[in-house]
């Protein structure tokens, strides 16, 4: 095994140790489902890892990657892992050359560059590359896991002889939601970096193959970095995917608004990027030059998401929500939620108008107050 091939086992034995951790954190399922799988971990190939456990279990682990940040081509390749792989080759390269790892003008330039393309990674994203991502690294004949279950099943039982073998999934998940805002069956609340919204396409997804493993271990982070948010562990077998998940809030969560199929906002090109050096400080200013939204189909598909909205909540069904669409839900929230029957585009648009401007005027600005838009 070379030292790559070691990194790459020791990176995903770590990824493994971190998600039961995380899990048994959590306590009730997680913490339940991770000590059901809790054993001594071996690196192994097809799968990747192995948990025997001293209930005479072993457990085949099979690790994989899914990020929102995907190129356009046909293998949905991770634009994340090499912008960062190049992050750190090139700061290599600075430190190298200048013979410090500190902020002097090169590396203030290379950070400048970096954040300015990681800008544009961000506003070329959309929920669909992340399901994108999914498909190919499960489904795919070439790349998909899911084909190879079985041989990995019949690997585990040339290895464990005598052992009951089962097969998990540890899906490492990338991505960055932060525009978006999460309403659960009680609350909502703007969506944090590294958290991921169970959009219903992925959850059905999951649901589907989870027929055909055992353990489904979901590892969440940030769009670009190595720093676990989040985990689950998923119960498969006999059918418990579906209980399983929703003890751990898990539930297919509808997505509201412009940026599910394309992006909302495209950028063809990286921003021009000026930094001034202030004492100990960097202050950097990027140029703006994301494509402009027709005004009109904004307006109008913000007021069609507001109605979906409201009958989602009625139904006590999570959704997710850009910031257009949550604006002019809460604008109208106490107007809308007095109706008895199903909301309509024009119901939103009724309701809006029959606030008027003035009171139009202070509901914006409460909306961005409480959402920390201005100071």
Not at 142 to 161: A, E, F, M
Request: aromatic fraction near 8%; charge should be negative.
């Amino acid at each position: 095994m070379n030292h790559s091939d070691e990194e790459k086992k020791l990176r995903e034995r770590i990824i493994l140790i971190e998600a039961l951790g995380s899990a048994r954190l959590k306590g009730g399922e997680a913490r339940r489902n991770a000590d059901r799988i809790n054993g001594e971990i071996h690196c192994l190939e097809r799968p990747d890892l192995l948990i025997d456990t001293q209930a005479n279990r072993s457990i085949g682990i099979e690790h994989f990657r899914v990020d929102h940040y995907v190129k356009q081509d046909k293998k949905a390749s991770s634009k994340a892992a090499e912008f960062t792989a190049t992050i750190e080759k090139e700061r290599k390269k600075v430190v190298a050359e200048d013979g410090i790892d500190s902020i002097d003008d090169n590396m203030v330039d290379l950070i400048g560059k970096k954040i300015a393309e990681a800008t544009k990674m961000f506003h070329n994203a959309c929920v669909n590359d992340i399901l994108r991502s999914f498909e190919m690294r499960i489904l795919d004949d070439q790349s998909g896991h899911l084909p190879k279950v079985q041989n990995y099943k019949d690997h585990l039982r040339q290895i464990r002889v005598g052992s009951t073998t089962e097969i998990g999934f540890l899906i490492e998940i990338h991505s960055d939601f932060r525009n978006l805002f999460m309403h659960s069956r009680t609350k909502v609340h703007r969506v944090e970096y590294g958290e991921f919204p169970m959009v219903r396409e992925v959850y059905e997804l999951l649901r589907g193959i989870s027929e055909k493993v055992d353990w489904l271990i979901l590892a969440f982070y940030g769009g670009m970095d190595t720093n676990l948010t989040d985990a689950a562990i998923i119960h498969c077998a006999n059918g418990l995917f579906r209980r399983s998940a929703e003890r751990q809030h898990l539930a297919p969560v509808e997505y509201i608004g412009l940026g599910k199929s394309t992006p909302s906002h495209p950028q063809r090109n990286v921003g021009n990027v000026q930094a001034k050096l202030d004492d100990e400080k960097v202050v950097y200013t990027f140029d703006n030059n994301c494509e402009r939204v027709d005004s009109e189909k904004l307006f109008r598909t913000s007021l069609e998401g507001a109605a979906r909205a409201f009958n989602f909540a009625r139904e006590k069904k999570p959704f997710v929500v850009t910031f257009p669409v949550e604006m002019i839900y809460e604008l109208v929230y106490d107007r809308a939620i007095q109706s008895v029957l199903p909301i309509s585009e024009n119901d939103v648009l009724r309701f809006l108008h029959e606030i008027g401007y003035e009171e139009f005027q202070i509901r914006s600005d409460r909306f961005a107050k409480k959402w920390g838009i201005i100071s």
